[in-house]
């Protein structure tokens, strides 16, 4: 039984693409940005409209920590884990899991993040390594 | 009004380490009243109190209720560790606006005598962006895992190396083997003992982060023309600047480039003064990377320089960069909000009362201020010297 949703028309929106599998990000109506995380209104220009739009979830490592210990109980099988921000080439910087072993992960490397089909808490995101990105 | 228009003329500690027996409530009112006596004032002086992280609806009229002081003016605002050097800021806004005369600043917490291990999930409604879009990754919250990525981003961006990081820690340990108050006091702590420590978020070591212990203190300050007349030699507020980049860290624009930045050149500007001018310097060291960032956009060094700039000595006892004189909060206490006992050092090392770990000749002290997760910063210029406009 998943976590209740929130009951907000933008996280709502997001949240149910995630469990459908999609990664859907707002991008403004008016001044063509797209931003995250989602909200009423565009945080560049102010304009209340928006489009959402499905990530390929294509993006670059910015930042990466190995988690030695689990913050809670749910992730404690998980542990070691990968926990990093990933910058897509839609414009957006989203924190997701590694569906990776730690010693894979590259800050820097090339990712492609998607909804995690077995979130341990909530709905959330993991990436994988995309093949050929790995330096030898 | 001329600058500088404020003054700290009372500092104090609670007692520190690990408290038994005290709430924060009494441990506050413990320091504010050795502050006031110290400064030579009563507790019916005081008009104003700051406070932050009393987990209660307004920390300052919980603390006005148990001085048992009715003020014509309060300030709970909460940005984090940092929250005291902002309370600094409004502080003296507030006493040059009228708005108050004796201003107290304070801040006591319990989390060892409470439980050896603060909450990893902080407990918040389901929409903050904490619980909605970082938890369900695993992020180790609510501090180490955002300043791990931090560290990573810095590693990535310029080499800097797990030693360098280090050293910050080694220094603070020499600095806290001369303060009878620190809590590692008398513990020897070498590269090779960081380095081997257990890893907790790579790249961050168990002795990369800050202690938790017990603690509190206090900060009194009020006009520099009162200043002048009481028992104390009156701290100078030469200048200070704030700044608030983001709230949690998936809102952080990069990582490496802090607030301290703007904080910085704001408070130099104010004070007409620079990084060369600061004889003593006081940095929120919750972990070694916080130092090492907060070094290069306060402008002691340039970025990616801070990891080979700490090397040498330079930042340990007797070295030609006095930094984290106490201990910090790294090796003298951390209970939960650091920014207070800043403040505290830099007055004392200003009024040359640190004894063995006194820092000749200090005329100009810098106390900085990091809160949340990178999140708030605020920069105070402090000074022992007339130099009013």
Redesign the interface.
């Given at each position: 039984m998943p976590d209740p949703l929130p009951q907000d028309p933008e996280l709502t929106t997001y949240f149910e693409g995630l469990r459908r599998g999609e990664l859907l990000l707002q991008r403004c109506d008016d001044c063509a940005r797209a931003q995250f995380p989602p909200r009423i209104h565009c945080t560049f220009c102010g304009s209340r409209a928006h489009v959402w739009e499905p990530s390929a979830g294509d993006g670059t490592v910015y930042a990466k920590t190995v988690n030695r210990r689990a913050p809670e109980s749910a992730f404690e099988h998980l542990v070691p884990y990968v926990v990093a921000f990933v910058d897509l080439d839609d414009g957006v910087r989203v924190l997701a899991r590694a569906d990776a072993p730690p010693e894979r992960v590259q800050t820097g490397m090339r990712v492609q993040v998607v909804a995690d089909p077995n979130p341990p808490v909530g709905d959330g995101l993991i990436f994988r390594i995309r093949d050929g990105s790995e330096t030898q | 009004m001329g600058r500088p228009v404020s003054s700290i003329v009372g500092v104090a500690e609670s007692a520190l380490g690990t408290v038994s027996n005290e709430t924060p409530l009494r441990m506050m009112a413990s320091a504010t009243l050795d502050a006031l006596e110290e400064a030579g004032l009563k507790l019916a002086d005081v008009d104003a109190i700051f406070t932050a992280g009393l987990p209660t609806w307004s920390p300052a009229l919980e603390v006005a209720d148990y001085l048992g002081l009715q003020p014509r003016h309060v300030n709970s605002s909460d940005v984090g560790g940092s929250s005291f050097e902002f309370h600094v800021a409004a502080a003296d806004a507030a006493i040059a606006a009228g708005l108050c005369s004796v201003a107290v600043i304070t801040y006591a917490a319990t989390p060892r005598q409470d439980r050896a291990v603060p909450p990893?999930?902080r407990e918040e409604p389901?929409?903050t962006?904490r619980?909605?879009?970082?938890?369900?990754?695993?992020?180790?919250?609510p501090d180490i895992?955002p300043y791990?990525?931090?560290?990573?981003?810095y590693?990535?961006e310029f080499g800097v190396s797990a030693t360098e990081l280090a050293e910050v820690a080694v220094a603070a340990r020499k600095w806290a083997n001369l303060n009878p108050k620190a809590f590692r006091h008398g513990e020897p702590l070498s590269i090779d003992d960081v380095l081997n420590s257990?890893?907790?978020?790579?790249?961050?070591h168990t002795r990369d982060c800050c202690l938790i212990t017990d603690g509190g203190g206090a900060v009194v300050m009020t006009s520099t023309d009162r200043a002048a007349k009481l028992r104390k030699q009156p701290i100078q507020v030469a200048g200070y600047g704030e700044a608030i980049s983001h709230g949690s860290i998936?809102l952080c624009r990069d990582?490496v480039l802090t607030g301290a930045r703007v904080s910085s050149a704001a408070a130099y500007e104010m004070a007409g003064l620079g990084p060369a001018d600061m004889d003593v310097v006081q940095i929120y060291d919750s972990f070694t990377i916080t130092v090492l960032l907060s070094l290069e956009n306060l402008g002691f060094c340039g970025p990616g320089e801070a990891g080979a700039f700490v090397q040498g000595g330079r930042i340990r006892p007797g070295g030609a960069f006095p930094l984290n004189t106490s201990g910090g909060g790294l090796s003298y206490c951390h209970p939960g909000r650091f920014g207070i006992f800043l403040l505290i050092e830099a007055v004392r090392q200003l009024r040359a009362e640190c004894g063995e770990r006194q820092v000749p000749g200090c005329r100009t002290a810098l106390a900085h201020g990091t809160g949340g997760n990178f999140s708030s910063a605020a920069t105070v210029l402090l000074t022992n010297e007339a130099t009013g406009a």
């Open positions: - | 990893l999930i389901p929409y962006v619980n909605a879009f970082e938890r369900p990754t695993g992020l180790f919250g895992g791990a990525l931090a560290a990573d981003r590693v990535h257990p890893m907790v978020t790579d790249p961050l998936s990582l």
